[in-house]
Nanobody
């Protein structure tokens, strides 16, 4: 069993930066992928970024590419998300996820089988 704990959310002005951390513990040997998703009020959960177990591959949503950077991987027991150039539309609850599945694109929530409790990110004018 795998446990995920997110931290680092908060309130920031537009253009500012935040760093989210996701600590993973438990049976992590079979975790091949870790990802970050977000969900704004009234909207569906959307993919943000993902990283493979040793950090050898990363994936990003188009609307965060060039602004957000994911680092770590399950082998390092963490998946951090550095968010720069934050925009109002980045306001959401951010969720860390882990996948022991080997099939399926990293962009779909169905690929992941363990989720954290979420951390709120609010971007103000």
């Amino acid at each position: 069993q795998v446990q995920l704990v997110e931290s680092g959310g908060g309130l920031v002005q537009a253009g500012g930066s935040l760093r989210l951390s996701c600590a993973i513990s438990g049976h992590t040997d079979n975790v091949y992928l870790m990802g970050w998703f977000r969900q704004a009020p009234g909207k569906e959960r959307e993919f943000v970024a993902a990283i493979t177990s040793y950090g050898e591959s990363t994936f990003y949503a188009d609307n965060v590419k060039g602004r957000f950077t994911i680092s770590g991987g399950s082998a390092m027991s963490t998946a951090d998300l550095q968010m720069n150039g934050l925009q109002l539309e980045d306001t959401a609850s951010y969720y860390c996820a882990a996948s022991t599945r080997t099939l399926g694109p990293p962009y779909y929530a169905s690929r992941y089988d363990t989720w954290g409790q979420g951390t709120q990110v609010t971007v103000s004018r």
